[in-house]
């Protein structure tokens, strides 16, 4: 047992202070934060498993998860309740919501019920929208985020370092990029929102966890997250039906989002490109700076994505002739029959 787990057995012995439990490991995330399953030999309000958030200060900050929290909880989202806190010392006693990833139960036979009630779930989030509640997702966020690929996908993976004219391809592809974002409607976005932070429960699913992040940027940010998943991939035809399926429902329930399909599947793509661009930077930091090599079998998925995207819109060629130098592919060449 290491310094802060002691640290936290203590805290929770006073938390707690009647109670037996034992804590066994329940996860870890793309963070330096780690969740514990606080076993208990007898219910407490209820519970007989409760988690315990073990988020070392200074590398984290419990603030945001506990007012985030609120803001999804008062939205009517099932989402881990705070029963007790700690925030100088980066300690929450949340409620359980279980083991059961979508990401495990996920298949043909199920996909269309568990991202409905996904959608459901992100439909009322985004009804909920209150824009002086989070941070905006502006330029300057959106820019920083896809700074990660150059800075550690390209310069630190594979060691590569881009000419003026590759650096012009970049630029001219993150400027295009966020001017279709912030273009976009702006609502509420978890800005993690996949299968392995969503939770089947057997009320309200689904659970939802990892929101702490959570900011006031582009409506198409979340579904994009949820259907061109870095953990699971589904046929083009799969994500465009789910895709009507969410689309169809918050057109109606008036969520701000394009009124022709086409147009709002452009922009569904065109926020995937940047989610894309910045998770590719994102999965080479957690391996050459935190030493977490689990991510990097998940690269070629959203670099299949991303290559997907820029061969699409003319708009974005230039991202897929860097993408194509930075591979020594040499371009097909264009007949004219």
Known sequence: MDDRQQQLNAWLSKTLPDANFKLTPASADASFRRYFRVNLANAYLGNKTLIAMDAPTPQEDCTPFVKVAKLFLDAGLNVPKVIAQD???GFLLLSD????????HLNNETAQMLYGDATNALIKLQLASKSHDLPAYDEALLTREMQLFPDWYVNKHLGQTLNAEQ???LQQTFAALNRNILSQGQVTVHRDYHSRNLMVTHENTPGILDFQDAVHGAITYDLVS???????QWDEEQIIDMAVRYWEPAKKAGLPVANDFSEFYRDFEWMGAQRHIKVLGIFARLYHRDGKDGYLKDMPLVMHYLRK???RYVELRPMLRLLDALEGRVPRPKYVV
């Open 87 to 89: 925030l100088a010392n």
């Open 97 to 104: 919501l279980g083991n059961d990833t979508y990401l495990q």
């Open 167 to 169: 650096q012009g391809w």
């Open 226 to 232: 949820l259907l061109k998943d870095a953990y699971i």
């Open 309 to 311: 995207v820029c061969e």
